[in-house]
Each structure stands twice: as structure tokens, then as C-alpha cells.
T-cell receptor
Framework: KAGVTQTPRYLIKTRGQQVTLSCSPISGHRSVSWYQQTPGQGLQFLFEYFSETQRNKGNFPGRFSGRQFSNSRSEMNVSTLELGDSALYLC????????????FGPGTRLLVL | AQTVTQSQPEMSVQEAETVTLSCTYDTSESNYYLFWYKQPPSRQMILVIRQEAYKQQNATENRFSVNFQKAAKSFSLKISDSQLGDTAMYFCAFMRVTGTASKLTFGTGTRLQVTL
């Protein structure tokens, strides 16, 4: 069974631009969570989606948004990029809930210049 | 809010030796899960071991075992017979059980270097 895939793997943007990251969960998994990893703040929870609905949200500004499609694939969008948004963005999937084991993707490394 | 503390930023161990990574957490919840994740230089986060708070028995997975002290809110990871492939960042994580709306809260990580 294929693992969690994330695209693109690397991305360079400039301040003020917007970016969309994609995550395809393991086949059959319906819960998708997103995390931001930075050297300064560590790993922080962004949001979690299940059946196209956001069930949980972390403490991030409204510039960070996401969605989930009927096939469980998820996207996250960051608008009006700031230098501090440079990070590794990790996606994790689980069968129905993050309470179950979460499987992480390789991440998307975003650099904002 | 829950917090997870890993007080050892870096550790080193020789191959075949045993090493213990420390983790403490703070919560008022009684029902929760604890995890250890490993993030090697390739950056892919991998689940090492998982412990349900209601279980008295410490979880084990091959060379990996935990010492879960619920009253002390301590959750250490012991790696036996260390291998070069164990070199990675290790993150302790907490998840409270609130129906289906749950999230992982991570510690700051411990960088483990396994040497020859």
C-alpha cells in the first residue's frame, strides 16, 4: 500500500505570494492532519480534516486554510506569505481519527524569500 | 493546555549500547495517548511506539520500550542494542482523547547520534 504523498517536495516563494500544498493520504484513510515544523517553534498542529470537514484547528492566522476532497486528498493554502512561513509542512493520515496511528508524509519544504 | 518537555536536546550512544530518552508532560486529562516519533535525516516522521494512558503495562516494540509513569507524568523511551540507523530526532508527543477531534502536541525533540 502506498504511503502518504505530498507535493511539491520543495517550493520557493516570495513574500506576499500565496501557495497551495497537496497531500494524498494512504488509501482508505479519511482523516488528514497538517503540521508546521520550524527550528524556532518546533512542530505545531495546523488543522485536521475528515470527510471534507475541518474538525480541529490550531492557533494559526486566517492566512492558513485548508480543504479536503471527496477522495480524502487534502490541500492547504497559505495566502500573503511572510518570511516566518518558511517551514517544513507535514501531512499525516489515519483511518478515521488522529487518535489512531498517524502516518506522516515526507513533507513539503517551503522557503519564503 | 498540554505541554510536552524533552530536557535532552542531544544525546550520543555507541552502537549496541542502550540509551534512554526522557519526556515529561503536563495535563489534567485522565484519558490520553503518548507517542514517540522518529525523524531521521530524510525527514520522514515515523511512529516508534504508542502508549494508551489507561494501560498499566509499558509498551514495547522490538528494541524499543517505554517507561510510563502516569503519576509522575513521565514517558521515557529506551532503545536497546542501538544501531546506526537509529540516528535521528526523536519526538515525544501527547494526544488527549476528545472524541474524534484530537491533535498531537509535540516536544522539542532529542537528537540522537549512534556512533561506532
Amino acid at each position: 500500500k502506498a504511503g502518504v504523498t505530498q507535493t511539491p517536495r520543495y517550493l520557493i516563494k516570495t513574500r506576499g505570494q500565496q501557495v497551495t500544498l497537496s497531500c494524498s493520504p494512504i488509501s482508505g484513510h479519511r482523516s488528514v492532519s497538517w503540521y508546521q515544523q520550524t527550528p524556532g517553534q518546533g512542530l505545531q498542529f495546523l488543522f485536521e480534516y475528515f470527510s471534507e470537514t475541518q474538525r480541529n484547528k490550531g492557533n494559526f492566522p486566517g492566512r492558513f486554510s485548508g480543504r479536503q476532497f471527496s477522495n480524502s486528498r487534502s490541500e492547504m493554502n497559505v495566502s500573503t506569505l511572510e518570511l516566518g512561513d518558511s517551514a517544513l509542512y507535514l501531512c499525516a493520515s489515519s483511518l478515521t481519527s488522529p487518535v489512531e496511528t498517524q502516518y506522516f508524509g515526507p513533507g513539503t519544504r517551503l522557503l519564503v524569500l | 493546555a498540554q505541554t510536552v518537555t524533552q530536557s535532552q536536546p542531544e544525546m550520543s550512544v555507541q552502537e549496541a549500547e542502550t540509551v534512554t530518552l526522557s519526556c515529561t508532560y503536563d495535563t489534567s486529562e485522565s484519558n490520553y495517548y503518548l507517542f514517540w516519533y522518529k525523524q531521521p535525516p530524510s525527514r520522514q516522521m515515523i511512529l516508534v511506539i504508542r502508549q494508551e494512558a489507561y494501560k498499566q503495562q509499558n509498551a514495547t516494540e522490538n528494541r524499543f520500550s517505554v517507561n510510563f509513569q502516569k503519576a509522575a507524568k513521565s514517558f521515557s523511551l529506551k532503545i536497546s542494542d542501538s544501531q546506526l540507523g537509529d540516528t535521528a530526532m526523536y519526538f515525544c508527543a501527547f494526544m488527549r482523547v476528545t472524541g474524534t477531534a484530537s491533535k498531537l502536541t509535540f516536544g522539542t525533540g532529542t537528537r540522537l547520534q549512534v556512533t561506532l
